[in-house]
């Protein structure tokens, strides 16, 4: 029962989007996000698109790999393509039956929905395939520090996102080991109504609970041997540095933005 | 090595010494002592294994040493410098290096080089330093090759060797190795005991090895025995293994060849304790 | 009540570059009242063949039959199989939730559909099994329990169901000298009186020489022997599977290179009463 965790798992090539500050791949991925929810005609997809196209090239990860990403959506492509097609109901009806009709607006509409969630998808999982957690936490951390002066525990929270990023694929193998546990005492996890499967649920969760637990406290003993708060001036191994490649990044991705904002505005008749 | 002269006598200073420790927690039953009056030190490129069985007390000891926990009485100190003095903790338990049981249990980040960096980074070391640090202390456990890798995919054995680099970044001069080897199948903990023996012999490096494991404690320089919050032994393998009653009472167990040499002995056949298979197959020889 | 594996593989990650042949070809035939050690290096496939003989992994080709459910069929019986079969995984402590141990150990049998006043029987008689006092650990909470006695309890809760064959994934790992003999012991007992077939995997080759009647050897899913303790452990090829010899063979061998030579005992017990004859033998010439 080995999982799918392929999502957005960190590809090292070395490439120029690699080395990027890991600042400006957050900063992308905010304006990849608006500009999905902008992008409203083909065109601006297609920008969109050419652009991300561009960004996997320099990326030099393998453009199949990157597509697999996808797969852990499917089922949300799917039921939004299928509730798009069958509930939108403007335009010229291509075909009936009962109460269903699939007009032509429909499954235009559901064409861009597919697009945008894919768009998604797949911008956001170019971040976390060319970044490491630890460097996408350390930017997250930089652009938080002005928080410091309101007192709110940055490197914390930093070293919170990084454990718990560490410690998925621990958990989720545990998960399995505890679930093949208690079907081997009998328990079945698909019969009976809502409240029979949640109480079903308790054999799994109270153990995977007690187990993290568990871990935590052998967690914060390491993290105390570590020296984990010893001083102020905490350093790093990995500076960042902003890069004229960044520069340049920043500006290509307002350009983006800028454009396909000025689309939807209609500025631009496309 | 540090050496001091005092006096005109020459000392070579402990690293570690703990002076009358006792430890209690405290729980709404009342107190329970989990260790009792303990006095032991470590000095520089000692191999010392501390055994017991399961809740005698190891584990909490071993947290005294380096300032987890603080002694309810006594003084535990290195260099000379008490636990309890607040503004030293950090700088004792960079000198005091501590590896756990669980080897899932001990990485804060996904990627192995900045889990190890993480000591360092946390002391404030410089950028540099830090990297070389890196380099030099998975160098040391064999694991360079493993520098951009992700920890998940690694054998207990390897994971566990990731610990002791993530300790070693912090430069420590005793290693204390807290039941490190339990969890693991006999492969992986020939992985971490040879690095571990590697690291005594090659780097002078102090190791305290706390285990339940017999045959680990055969090569030590000193055993310590633990049993019920107290070391109630201390001695040399040979001293130790050749005691029956002693491991009887403390519910340990004799490595096998010392077992079958006692059988020996017993049916007056030999006089020796033999610690390992070689010195029991040489002493049967002898014999015939 | 035996176990029918035949021709049994498995792949892992079908169709992608992390396609992995977990089991190749396997075929095996535990029969009731034999004792069975699995042994191979960590990812020869020891798990995944575990995990068929109680169906938590989908049978993809080959053939598994298990007291008699065959689950080539569209719709085997798991229950029915599951009941069959006790299996412990490692560190089984962690499995346990309920609020009391008396809950706990009643989940199985409740599971495979006993009253409430059968499974408290069942339950007490379990717990007895695994030399505990009924009274006083009925009410108390598993968690509460010492690293031992919380193992015991997990065992307790699988022998309640009364299975037919019993399945011990590595069942020493993480205990002390004295928890181990313990735990060896109550295996051994339970054969005697409770469930006679045991399926045992570990890595703990004086283990396995100590209670195995059979041992079978996987390396890269492939079943490479299946033989006597006896003939494995002093075959001298035993390193090409990453395996180490007990201890006590290693000692046998140690001696026979310098001409002491004894016979192929694996036991402790043994090797003491084969060096004490050699000895005294000697000593009478």
């Known amino acids: 029962m080995t999982r799918n965790v392929a999502f957005g798992q960190y590809y090292p090539t070395g490439s120029v989007i690699h080395r990027l500050d890991p600042r400006t791949k957050l900063f992308a991925g905010v304006v990849f996000i608006v500009c999905a929810f902008l992008a409203s005609s083909y065109w601006a997809y297609l920008i969109c698109y050419a652009f991300l196209f561009s960004v996997v090239l320099l990326s030099k990860i393998p453009p199949l790999q990157v597509l697999k990403t996808v797969k852990a959506v499917l089922a949300i492509v799917v039921v939004s393509v299928l509730i798009n097609l069958f509930f939108y109901d403007e335009g010229t009806v291509l075909f009936s039956w009962w109460k269903i009709k699939i007009t032509d607006g429909g499954l235009l509409y559901a064409g861009k929905m597919v697009l945008r969630i894919m768009f998604l998808v797949l911008s956001t999982s170019m971040i976390t395939l060319t970044s490491t957690p630890t460097e996408l936490t350390d930017g997250l951390e930089k652009i938080m520090t002005p928080l410091k002066y309101l007192r709110f525990p940055v490197h914390d929270v930093a070293i919170i996102m990084s454990i718990a990023l560490r410690f998925i694929p621990t958990l989720m193998e545990e998960t399995d080991k505890i679930i093949m546990a208690q079907k081997a005492r009998g328990a079945s996890f698909d019969h009976g109504g809502i409240v029979a499967r949640a109480k079903a649920m308790l054999p799994i969760l109270i153990p995977l609970f007690v187990s993290a637990f568990r871990r935590a406290d052998e967690l914060a003993l390491a993290l105390d041997a570590r020296c984990y708060n010893a001083t102020e001036a905490r350093t790093k191994m990995k500076v960042l540095r902003f890069t004229w490649a960044d520069l340049t990044a920043f500006l290509v991705l307002t350009a983006c933005l800028t454009i396909t904002a000025l689309i939807y505005a209609g500025v631009i008749p496309l | 090595m540090h050496i001091f002269k005092k006096n005109g006598i020459i000392s070579i200073m402990k690293i570690l010494n703990a002076e009358n420790v006792s430890y209690a927690y405290k729980s709404e039953e009342g107190e329970t002592l989990a260790v009792r009056n303990v006095s032991l030190s470590i000095e520089q490129g000692e191999f010392v294994v501390l055994l017991g069985h399961n809740g005698c007390g190891k584990s909490t000891l071993a947290k005294l040493l380096n300032g987890l926990l603080l002694p309810t009485e006594g003084t535990v100190s290195v260099y000379g410098t008490p636990t309890t003095d607040p503004k030293k903790i950090y700088e004792i338990r960079s000198k005091v290096g501590m590896v756990f049981q669980n080897p899932d249990n001990q990485t804060v980040a996904s990627i192995i080089e900045d889990d190890i960096a993480f000591g360092p980074e946390n002391l404030g070391v410089n950028g540099e330093e830090i990297s070389r640090r890196v380099e030099e202390a998975l160098e040391a456990v064999g694991m360079l090759a493993y520098r951009k890798g992700t920890p998940f995919k690694l054998s207990g054995g390897q994971k566990q060797r990731i610990a002791i680099a993530s300790v070693l970044a912090m430069h420590p001069d005793v290693l204390i190795l807290d039941e490190s080897t339990a969890m693991l199948d006999p492969c992986g903990r020939q992985e971490v005991l040879d690095t571990v023996r590697h690291l005594n012999r090659e780097k002078n490096m102090a190791v305290l090895l706390i285990t339940h494991y017999m045959d680990e404690a055969l090569s030590a320089d000193r055993i310590l025995v633990m049993e019920q919050g107290e070391i109630v032994r201390m001695g040399s393998p040979k001293e130790i293994f050749g005691d029956i009653n002693l491991i009887k009472e403390c519910k340990l167990e004799l490595p096998i060849s010392c077992k079958i040499g006692y059988a020996l002995s017993q049916n007056g056949f030999l006089t020796d304790t033999c610690l390992t298979d070689e010195e029991l197959v040489e002493a049967v020889c002898r014999l015939s | ?285």
């Not at chain 3, 490692?90 to 309920?98: D, R, V």
């Not at chain 3, 009253?115 to 006092?133: H, Y």
């Not at chain 3, 990453?242 to 046998?252: C, D, E, M, N, T």
Request: glycine share 8%; proline share 4%; charged share 30%.
């Open chain 3, 1 to 285: 009540m035996s176990i029918v594996i035949k021709n049994l593989s498995c792949k892992y990650g079908a169709k992608t570059p992390f396609e992995k042949l977990a089991l190749d070809g396997i075929d095996l035939t535990v029969r009731e009242g034999e004792s069975v050690g699995i042994i191979g290096a960590t990812g020869s496939g020891k798990s995944t063949l575990l995990q068929h003989i109680n169906a938590l992994i989908k049978l993809q080709s080959g053939s598994v039959e298990v007291c008699g459910i065959d689950l080539t069929e569209r719709k085997p019986d798991l229950k029915r199989l599951r009941k069959h079969i006790g299996m412990l995984f490692q560190y089984p402590e962690y499995q346990l939730f309920a609020e009391t141990v008396r809950e706990d150990v009643m989940f199985g049998p409740k599971n495979f559909g006993m009253k409430n006043e059968e499974a408290e029987d069942a339950a007490r008689t379990a717990i007895g099994l695994v030399g505990m006092d009924w009274e006083e650990v009925k009410e108390r909470s598993p968690l509460e329990l010492s690293g031992g006695q919380k193992r015991r309890v997990a065992i307790a809760g699988v022998l309640a169901y009364k299975p037919d064959i019993l399945v011990l994934d590595e069942p020493t790992a993480g205990l002390d000298p004295a928890g181990k003999k313990e735990m060896l012991d109550l295996i051994t007992s339970l054969r005697q009186k409770t469930v006679s077939t045991v399926l045992t995997v570990s890595h703990n080759m004086d283990e396995i020489a100590a209670y195995c009647d059979r041992v079978v050897v996987l390396a890269d899913g492939k079943k490479v022997f299946d033989t006597t303790p006896q003939e494995l452990f002093y075959r001298d090829d035993l390193e090409n599977f990453r395996l180490q010899k007990p201890h006590v063979v290693h000692i046998v061998e140690l001696l026979a290179q310098k001409g002491v030579v004894l016979p192929h005992v694996l036991t402790e017990e043994a090797l003491e009463d084969a060096l004490l004859t050699y000895l005294r033998e000697r000593r009478g010439k």
